[in-house]
């Protein structure tokens, strides 16, 4: 149940192409899902009863389950209470960090220039079920949503015979104004068009499986998503110093989300690369979910690679772009000064990747398949449309009436140059 050993320089095309060209998974199923989001869409609750017993195998009553997650919250036992309080309290200071202020500023000849913030008002928030309860979710998607300031958070959650209670807590304690038990591309398309109980949003965040992706890709356009995100991914960077038992873990762990999940570790030091491969057939043939861990781990995009050099490692770890990526080197600063593209960063042999999952307040919520080169994570600003400002003076339109007039007329808009001299005029 271990990993390949390979060199980086021994990758061929096909290797690399599994490496780089990482990808959802949703193409082979877009069809299907099309015919789900249209149903929702001109039957409205009907269809989401309809799918929710074929695909969850649960006859639902009411659909909105919000009181049920303060019951939950009341019953749930004591540490695991304190111990959802305590995250969410760690992901709410990071997120009240992020709070964009509106600014003013006065330029040269009479330009006052600035930005203002404002939340968006009805958000939705996915929050998976299946085959692991994820409470984690639930804080990391509403607690900056809440923050930022959004006037309504929808939360849908798959449905089950008995719903996971921590799961339910933890939405209460993030701050959801209502919860639905509804799941799969059928809760997606609710959010996205409303039905007579769902209401709709403006846009729509969390992790899913490839049918919750490919339902966010049918209705992108009509609502707004987070991302396309897909099975979870992590890339351990070690040198001769790092502890392979550690480097194991974070790959081990990983590879217990999903089947297809990514797990890359890649050293310049062969010692320590081969002690990687050691550690990780040990410690996955102890763990639980042994067998996703182990499908996992024998994915074309997962492996231990030897590199000639740090910077072999580095700049395969900067094209990987990782969702996760974890340092542990003498010296990880320095290696993290030339990696841009990645979700999130662990520094260190005491920042498991498990701590950024949960309690440290950074958000797990993050960039797949290489998106990581483009874009961030989920975080406040998910939450928040900016607009810009400006007030010319008089004199501050004329300082820059030829420029605005001379370029208007070389488009062919003679309107907007006349909407200047109608001013100067004056």
């Known amino acids: 149940m271990s ?8 990758l061929g095309p096909v290797d690399r192409t599994a490496f780089f060209e990482r990808d959802a998974g949703i193409e082979a199923i877009r069809g299907d899902v099309s015919e789900i989001v249209d149903r929702v869409r001109e039957e409205g609750d009907v269809a989401v009863r309809e799918f929710t017993s074929e695909f969850d195998g649960v006859e639902v009553g009411n659909l909105e389950i919000t009181d049920e997650c303060e ?27 992020q709070v964009p202020a509106d600014w003013r500023e006065t330029f040269d000849e009479g330009r006052e220039l600035g930005r203002r913030f404002r939340p968006l008002e009805r958000v939705g928030v ?12 639930a804080i990391m998607g ?16 798959p449905p089950a015979e008995e719903l996971n209670p921590v799961t339910l807590a933890a939405i209460h304690v993030a701050g959801a104004d209502a919860v639905y038990s509804v799941g799969g591309a059928q809760a997606i398309a609710a959010l996205a068009y409303g039905t007579e109980t769902v209401t709709r949003v403006q846009k729509i965040v969390g992790p899913g499986n490839r049918w919750v992706t490919a339902a966010k890709a049918e209705v992108q356009g009509d609502v707004e998503i987070d991302m396309l995100a897909g099975p979870s991914e992590v890339v351990v960077v070690a040198d001769e110093t790092a502890d392979p038992e550690l480097v194991a873990s974070e790959l081990v762990a990983q590879a217990e989300h999903d089947p297809n999940a990514s797990v890359v570790a890649v050293t310049d030091d062969e010692a320590t690369a ?16 042994k067998e996703i861990i182990r499908e996992a781990l024998e994915n074309d995009a997962s492996g231990v690679l030897l590199a000639r050099s740090m910077s072999e490692a580095i700049l395969f770890t ?12 003498d010296d990880d ?21 498990a701590a950024g999952d949960y309690a440290s307040g950074t958000n797990h919520v993050l960039p797949t398949n290489a998106s990581a080169r483009v874009t961030g994570g989920l975080s406040v600003e998910t939450f928040v449309r900016s607009s810009t400002v400006q007030r010319l003076s008089g004199e501050g339109l004329a300082e820059i009436s030829e420029t605005i007039t001379t370029l208007a007329e070389a488009e062919g808009l003679e309107a907007h140059a006349e909407s200047v001299r109608k001013r100067l005029d004056r």
């Not at 320095?334 to 520094?347: H, K, N, Y």
Request: glycine share 6%; proline share 5%.
């Open 274 to 289: 081969k002690a990687v491969v050691e550690a990780v057939d040990e410690q996955a043939s102890a763990r639980e979910r």
């Open 3 to 10: 990993v390949d050993l390979e060199e980086i320089q021994e």
């Open 71 to 97: 019951r939950a919250y009341d019953e749930l036992e004591g540490d695991v209470r304190e111990a959802i309080e305590t995250a969410a309290a760690n992901v709410r200071e990071f997120h009240e960090a």
């Open 318 to 329: 900067e094209e990987y772009a990782p969702e996760h990526l974890s340092i542990i080197a």
């Open 333 to 353: 600063e320095r290696v993290l000064e030339r990696i841009d593209s990645a979700g999130s960063v662990f520094l260190g042999p005491n920042t498991p990747v």
């Open 142 to 157: 509403v607690v900056p949503a809440v923050v930022a300031g959004v006037e309504h958070v929808t939360v849908v959650t």
């Open 126 to 137: 996915y929050v998976p079920g299946g085959s692991a309860a994820y409470p984690s979710s």
